[in-house]
């Protein structure tokens, strides 16, 4: 038993200098004594076979596992939905099973981007270069993503080239990080003003997402004609439930009707909200408590709408779109496609004799041989989800793709990239 005892002894002090000797410089001398004595106490009480069960039950069984601690979150917040806690799938069941969840969704963003900005080209803990702000604000790793965290009365504007035209489209992620005690005035506020600075807009459209756990507040909506009120009412719809994961924010305006999804349901639909004189879009964290919540943003992209793309498609006898989304190097279909996609397949079913060539296109980032194989299966995929999601026949689509060869915009430019990476539809 003695001999026994010592041997235990060598392979607990072995183990606690290998692999614990973190933890046990966390414990301290006293809790370190008192690990030992509780080693030595169950190996006198235990037969041999049983104390080999004891060792490995204070080890975990699990030599050769690591403890991840969201490596790279320099935020140091979890929050369900984010690419840390859902890996990329590049199973094509698993694609057309997303865009199934999006079958609803009718958006469908413009074909000319204003802004695209996914913070790459800035460095941690800045203020992203490509937006203005009268506060502060920092950007911050979450999973494997840059976020802008936003501060409370704090306004923030990305630059824009040219004042918005009378129909856009805005998309953004949105992160928040709430509690039961977050009060119930905490909000995100979208405006649309007259101004790309600071002042008080007397032309303005105001949608409010509420950040508030233990009440359902809805959605505000509000706007103000030469500075006056004419619409101020709530929009009751709950989003409590999945307030704190990662949600995909898509807005498009219409001349002055205004609707917003939130993922793939439509929150708001209002048809006259917008007033005339709306040149800016802005973002307003308003009631959160700094440093307890928190609120992000990312991917945001702002398009010029353009004609209905069934339209295009059947007037002019081709279509491109950068609204058909993949996942990064991947040939895997966001589901926020589903409009672009619907709509498509719509003008496939109205015109039987109608054959579309689809042509992948992405911008240079990368080795030209892997842009090429990259943008030959997106159009494979996007063919793919015509057929089994709208059932088109794959005879009257044909693929092809393109690579970086045939750029329709500089590729120097985070803007540039974004209207290169892009689907192309040409009757045949």
Known sequence: MKTLFVILIIVFAFFTNTTNAQLLKRLGKSAER?????????????????????????FDGKKGKKNKKNKGNDSGITIPGTPQDNQTSTNQNNTNENLNVYSNFDFVPGHNILVSDDFSIDNLGDFPSKWNTNGTGELVVIGTEKWLKMAGKSVYIPDLPTDLPDDFTVEFDMLTQV??????????????????LFHTAK?????????????NIGFTIENKVSGKRVIRNTVEKDIRNILLNKNHISIAVNKTRFRMWVNENKAIDVPRLIPDNIISFKLH????????????????KIAQGGSDLRNQLLEHGKYSTT???FNSGSDNIKPESYGVLQQLAEALQNDI???LKIIGHTDTDGNKTHNLHLSKNRAIAV?????????????????EGKGDTQPVDN?????GKANNRRVEFIKI
């Open 285 to 300: 964290p308003r009631d959160i408590r700094d440093g307890i919540d928190h609120v992000f943003i990312n991917n945001i």
């Open 203 to 215: 032309d303005m459209a105001r949608i409010e997402i509420s950040l508030c756990l233990f009440i």
């Open 383 to 399: 063919k793919t989800a015509l057929s089994t999601q709208f059932n088109i026949d794959e005879n009257r689509l044909q693929t």
């Open 323 to 325: 609204g058909i989304l």
């Open 179 to 196: 509690d039961q005690k977050t009060s119930s005035q905490a909000k995100l506020e979208i405006w649309l003003e007259d101004n790309n």
């Open 411 to 415: 590729n120097d430019t985070t803007i």
């Open 34 to 58: 008192a690990a030992k004595r509780t080693v030595e106490r169950r190996v006198e009480e235990e037969s041999s076979k049983k104390t080999d069960q004891v060792l490995d039950t204070i």
């Open 353 to 355: 004799t109608l054959k």
